[in-house]
């Protein structure tokens, strides 16, 4: 799994050397003030190349080492990017602290319910925000909370019954529910939501398709150590990536952003952190 931060130590110095000299340790790179050069890096886009690190955290603030990432700093910032748009988020509650944020954001309402399907809509930018939760597997359910069979889907499912267009960005993301369950499970049921895509965009080739990666989680209680790895979380990643390689979609990995982040381990980051996410999620949807 990808760190942090690579530091060149000269080989011939020794413990004591080191402490008792910063000069020992040697930070590769180029002299920056406080982040890359934006104008080096291309527009946020589907179909980027790998690079050695995501990115980095500066004061607060994640920079992109992908693309070049925007901020938007205030609800008409955010809505002017998504004015007019219909975004769709599927998946785990994780994807759902995007969707919640936004909706937050300028306190919107929501109909429905977020085990099932919520939707907010704000008037004056004619944005829609919808929620659906992924269908099984699904573990540490409430048990006050009894589902309904029925009304479940399956995310390809989903897909196939969306009109799509160039106003219409679709949100994925599911993982945590699978970190317990066979890498088999999920692969199939990537195979599926993959062709589920192309044929979503040889319906509507100009639909916008954006994947969430898994990140890394806490590991406080027994259990999750037992079905709750990150090291398997990563292997999830992976296998993401491969699968939906090819794809006319952009794949935004946050694992570096959770591993790296100066708060403690934790599933569901906190919202300084998801502000962030959210920024460069905005940056796919609006690169301009």
């Known amino acids: 799994?990808?760190?942090?931060?690579?530091?060149?130590?000269?080989?011939?110095?020794?413990?004591?050397?080191?402490?008792?000299?910063?000069?020992?340790?040697?930070?590769?790179?180029?002299?920056?003030?406080?982040?890359?050069?934006?104008?080096?890096?291309?527009?946020?886009?589907?179909?980027?190349?790998?690079?050695p690190s995501e990115g980095y955290w500066f004061n607060g603030t994640w920079y992109s080492l992908k693309c070049q990432s925007r901020k938007f700093p205030s609800v008409r910032s955010v809505f002017g990017c998504l004015q007019n748009k219909s975004v769709l988020f599927f998946g785990d509650s994780t994807i759902r602290q995007w969707w919640k944020f936004l909706k937050d954001l300028p306190k919107l309402h929501h109909t429905g319910s977020v085990v099932y399907h919520a939707a907010?809509?704000?008037?004056?930018?004619?944005?829609?925000?919808?929620?659906?939760?992924?269908?099984?597997?699904?573990?540490?359910?409430?048990?006050?909370?009894?589902?309904?069979?029925?009304?479940?889907?399956?995310?390809?499912?989903?897909?196939?019954?969306?009109?799509?267009?160039?106003?219409?960005?679709?949100?994925?993301g599911l993982w945590g529910h699978y970190t317990a369950e066979p890498i088999e499970t999920f692969r199939s049921r990537l195979y599926g939501?993959?062709?589920?895509?192309?044929?979503?965009?040889?319906?509507?080739p100009d639909t916008k398709v954006i994947w969430r990666t898994s990140n890394t989680r806490d590991h406080s209680r027994w259990f999750h150590f037992l079905e709750n790895s990150d090291w398997y979380a990563y292997q999830l990643l992976r296998e993401a990536k491969k699968i939906l390689k090819g794809l006319n979609i952009a794949i935004i990995d946050v694992w570096e952003m959770t591993s790296c982040m100066w708060h403690d381990p934790i599933m569901h980051v906190p919202e300084d952190v998801v502000r962030n996410q959210v920024d460069l999620l905005l940056s796919y949807i609006c690169p301009l």
Do not use: W
């Open 1 to 51: 799994m990808r760190g942090c931060l690579a530091l060149a130590v000269p080989t011939e110095l020794g413990v004591e050397d080191l402490l008792s000299s910063i000069e020992g340790i040697q930070v590769r790179g180029r002299r920056i003030l406080n982040k890359i050069e934006e104008t080096t890096l291309p527009l946020c886009a589907p179909g980027l190349p790998e690079t």
């Open 120 to 172: 907010a809509v704000h008037g004056k930018y004619n944005t829609t925000l919808e929620f659906t939760f992924q269908h099984f597997p699904r573990n540490a359910i409430n048990d006050k909370i009894k589902l309904q069979f029925k009304i479940l889907r399956y995310l390809a499912e989903e897909i196939d019954g969306i009109k799509g267009g160039p106003n219409v960005v679709l949100v994925l």
């Open 193 to 204: 939501i993959r062709y589920a895509i192309e044929r979503l965009h040889s319906r509507y």
